[in-house]
């Protein structure tokens, strides 16, 4: 779940194996999707946090939108869990 997301149209199949700053350049400039903009190309925060938009959250966006290059694993588990707590969130377990 942590490494995939939406695109439009025929990107998908443009972009499968292309280096990762092409794939980030595509996505700043053309995805209007909230789930690429706030967990690829940004920190990813979970249900219970807000988006800052100060000089260190910046800096954190940064450094998550690189991780995708350098540490491609990291930034998968990192939005995996992520997407998981707002899975959870969305869609509660049923009480027992």
């Known amino acids: 779940m942590g490494n995939l997301t939406l695109v439009t149209g025929g990107k998908n199949a443009q972009m499968s ?3 990762w700053h092409t794939k980030r350049s595509y996505l700043q400039t053309s995805s209007l999707l909230m789930l690429t ?3 690829i190309l940004a920190m990813p925060v979970t249900p219970c946090e807000s988006r800052q938009h100060d000089a260190k ?3 954190a966006d940064e450094f998550f939108a690189g991780l ?3 540490d491609p ?3 998968i588990r990192l939005r995996g869990a992520c997407l998981a707590q707002w899975a959870l969130h969305v869609w509660p377990r ?3």
């Open 17 to 19: 194996n292309k280096p």
């Open 68 to 70: 995708w290059a350098t």
């Open 94 to 96: 049923p009480k027992e």
């Open 37 to 39: 903009q706030g967990t």
């Open 73 to 75: 694993c990291m930034a």
């Open 57 to 59: 959250s910046q800096e």
